[in-house]
């Protein structure tokens, strides 16, 4: 099947600083690809290259396997915005301070489709919000409710894909975990194909479908997400998308020997140097057979908490990650024995590229 949205060997420059350098990604019909990547590393660059706001430098960008962007019979294409049926909700959300709800969401149609109102009741009870705030102004809106209209804006001409950038960052986190559910939901209900582009981890791995991963210019990764957290490409990735303490290490037959003992490798590693990931959630203190480490702070969440041990000799903070009530009875400056849990993830040693 064509992918909703293919895109190869996307480049783009700002005066002669690269921001894209090549970048490849394909998303599937009615699926959501979450983008994660740092600050100022061309989120938004990307998103209004597709949306055709601005011009690439290179590459082609197709959109249900139409050239929105590169060459046709050798000729140049660029499909103007209103063309390409992308909706796109901004950073800020921004809907019309002086429309109504329901004007704001029928604002992208035709003149007959503005008058429809019950489309307008269609889309806010697609979002999941009750068709009471369709008179009222956005004002009167919590911030997620919002989003959830811009949502319903971007989704009101049929589009082949929505857009969405950092949709939810500007939300407390309560308001956050119930607006992602919503979107999600929405975007499902209606088979949309999405893009999502945020820096936020846990919003990438709990929305997306598959998760890629932008750096330098290009998606260094893409898979689910799960697959992403336990086998990151290397270290520098494992540290961006979620936590993790790097020691290093030998490797030898699938068993990788560090400061925390013998370890079986859970994916096949070269004998020789090696850096182990260790995430916060397999390394377990009070194993009466573990490895002795001071405990150099806690935080304490409730449900969870976080401590760093620092281990004799080494100079890499070790995180874990532990229940609530088990924090209890730990303090700082306290000694524990850690042990880790299940089989690890281990790098080559080397230059990362
Ligand atoms: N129109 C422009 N002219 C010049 N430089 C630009 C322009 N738009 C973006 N940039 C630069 O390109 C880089 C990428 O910007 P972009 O807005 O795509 O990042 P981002 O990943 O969306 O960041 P954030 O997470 O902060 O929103 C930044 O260094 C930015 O300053
Ligand atoms: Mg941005």
Same mark, same amino acid.
């Given at each position: 099947m064509t992918p909703a949205l293919r895109v190869s060997g996307l480049a783009k420059s700002f005066g002669n600083v690269p921001v894209l350098r090549g970048l490849d990604l394909e998303v599937p019909s009615g699926s959501l690809l979450a983008i994660l990547g740092a600050s100022g590393g061309g989120k938004t660059t990307l998103l209004r290259l597709l949306c055709g706001f601005e011009r690439a430098d290179a590459g082609t960008i197709a959109i249900d396997g139409i050239?929105?962007?590169?060459?046709?019979?050798?000729? +140049?294409?660029?499909?103007?915005?209103?063309?390409?049926?992308v909706g796109y909700v901004a950073q800020d959300g921004a809907?019309?301070?002086h429309l109504s709800v329901a004007?704001?969401?029928?604002?992208?149609?035709?003149?007959?489709?503005?008058?429809?109102?019950?489309?307008?009741?269609?889309?806010?009870?697609?979002? &999941?919000?009750?068709? #009471?705030?369709?008179?009222? +102004?956005?004002? /009167?809106?919590?911030?997620?409710?919002?989003?959830?209209?811009?949502l319903a804006r971007a989704l009101a001409p049929g589009p082949r894909l929505v857009l969405l950038d950092e949709p939810f960052s500007a939300l407390d986190a309560f308001l956050r975990v119930g607006t992602r559910?919503?979107? #999600?939901?929405?975007?499902?209900?209606?088979?949309?194909?999405?893009?999502?582009v945020t820096h936020d981890q846990s919003e990438a791995l709990s929305m997306g479908d598959r998760v890629g991963v932008l750096r330098d210019g290009r998606l260094v990764q893409v898979a689910p997400p799960s697959e992403l957290y336990r086998h990151p490409l290397d270290g520098r990735l494992a540290r961006f998308v979620g936590e993790a303490t790097l020691l290093d290490g030998e490797a030898l037959?699938?068993?990788?020997?560090?400061?925390?003992?013998?370890?079986? /490798?859970?994916?096949?590693?070269p004998d020789g140097r090696v850096e182990v990931m260790l995430r916060p959630e397999q390394v377990e203190p009070g194993a009466a057979d573990g490895?002795?480490?001071?405990?150099? #702070?806690?935080?304490?969440? &409730?449900?969870?908490a976080s401590l760093t041990l620092a281990l004799a000799g080494q100079d890499a903070v070790l995180l874990s990650r532990i229940g609530g009530t088990q924090a209890l009875g730990l303090q700082v400056?306290?000694?524990?024995?850690?042990?880790?849990?299940?089989?690890?993830?281990?790098?080559?040693?080397?230059?990362?590229?």
């Open positions: 050239v929105a962007d590169g060459t046709v019979d050798g000729r +140049p294409v660029h499909l103007r915005p209103e063309r390409r049926r809907l019309f301070p004007d704001n969401i029928l604002f992208g149609l035709s003149r007959a489709g503005r008058r429809d109102r019950r489309r307008a009741d269609a889309l806010l009870e697609l979002v &999941g919000l009750p068709s #009471a705030y369709a008179a009222r +102004p956005p004002q /009167a809106l919590s911030g997620g409710e919002q989003q959830r209209v811009a559910r919503a979107v #999600a939901d929405a975007l499902a209900q209606a088979g949309t194909t999405a893009l999502l037959g699938g068993i990788v020997t560090c400061a925390l003992g013998r370890l079986p /490798a859970s994916v096949p590693v490895t002795p480490a001071t405990i150099t #702070a806690i935080s304490y969440y &409730g449900h969870d400056g306290g000694q524990v024995r850690v042990a880790v849990r299940g089989p690890v993830v281990a790098f080559p040693a080397g230059p990362v590229p």
